[in-house]
């Protein structure tokens, strides 16, 4: 689905912006990545260069911009997942302010930005709605670092973009399925054995990555 | 660490991801996905999942003061991290249990529940239970079924059932179509996590009486 907020992010990150350590518009554009890239990858790779904006010049420019287009729809999940609207409007700003003070921890060879949007708005939904606590698995010594991989950074952006044309393009059925999954709607014995995702090559990218860490930590 | 043949199933990994599970599974999976680099893998694809679902959802406007309601909130700080990130832990068990047993192996308080079987009940949300048993080797856990499902994992130790031999790192997700009899490796005794989101079905009348006492 196509939005102003989308136009408006597209409309060139790096002319907007700065050059930020990390991943740089105009590197991604020599490197020649370009020719594989869609115009949706351009636009993830946009959000990475925002939130590393946010992280290294506190750039509330880049803030509006992934505000614009994200903040409406974690307040959309919310109220899907069960949250009224003045919770989920509350909610909302405080999983976008974590963005803020957490843009420090985001990786962009692990994952996208509207994945790790993801998992910030669902922590906050199992505090706030379920109000359980959520065992959480051991941390890794993985942090993001201080120059990742831009290749890495850039296979992964495309692979998750890849993922979410797959997603689009599910028979309604199944992808509704998937929906209710994430919304909460279905208890675990009720989601399908067999999602028919293609999942295989971000497990992939993560399994190494983890390889590599493990050796490392030897 | 021995390699880990049995693993978590897609509904339980996107369940975990999208924070749908009872408490109680959540245990168990964080627990495995510590000792399993597979599924720790799984997961981060399925919270990409969970990543595309939100970029594509029908948005809703937020309120007209929302972005400068969000700097403010930045700008006092008032929106704490209440998530302390779990480091790895020394020991049998890994962080995530420890945080419920509140220590490691030595700090659980076992209650016999007969057969020579012990457990200590873990604290967790009621939609679903999860304990620790201690299967001393050699012994059996009593024939059972499943009225819901049945999350086992191996801590320390290895037992075998109908289905297969589960080492340390292993689960096995039991459900309605499952009955078993698990029995714990000669040589160690088996430490498992176990969480259940209905009370088994025991086939004998023994177990069927001990299991009021032992609420499994």
Sequence with gaps: M??????????????????????????????GAKTLTT???????AWVVQVNAVRDSKDKVAFAELFGFFAPRVKSFLMKSGASPDLAEECTQEVMSTLWNKAHMFDPTKASVSTWIFTIARNRKIDILRKQRRPEPEDLPWGPEPEPDQAEAIGLQQETQQLGDAIATLPPEQRKLIEKAYFGELSH????????????????RIRLALERLRHVMK | MTKIKHHLTDQLLMGYAAGTLPEAFNLVVATHISMCDDCRAALAAYEAVGG???AEVDPIDVAEDALAATMALIETGAVKDVRPKLHKAN??????LQEYVKGD???????????????MILPTSKDASVRLLHIPAGAAIPDHGHRGTELTLVLQGAFVDEEDRFGAGDIEVANEDLNHTPVAEMGEDCICLAATDAPLKFHGLIPRIAQRFARI
């Design chain 2, 91 to 96: 020991g049998v068990f890994p962080a995530p």
């Design chain 1, 39 to 45: 115009e949706e990858t351009t636009k993830r790779i």
């Design chain 2, 105 to 119: 192996i030595e700090g659980v308080k076992w209650r016999k529940i007969g057969g020579g079987v012990s457990q």
């Design chain 2, 52 to 54: 595309e679902v939100i």
């Design chain 1, 189 to 204: 014995s009720e989601i399908a054995a067999e999602t028919g995702l293609p999942l295989g090559t971000i497990k992939s």
């Design chain 1, 2 to 31: 196509l939005t102003n907020n989308q136009a408006l992010v597209k409309a060139d990150a790096a002319e907007i912006l700065p050059p930020y350590s990390g991943l740089n518009m105009a590197v991604f554009r020599k490197s």
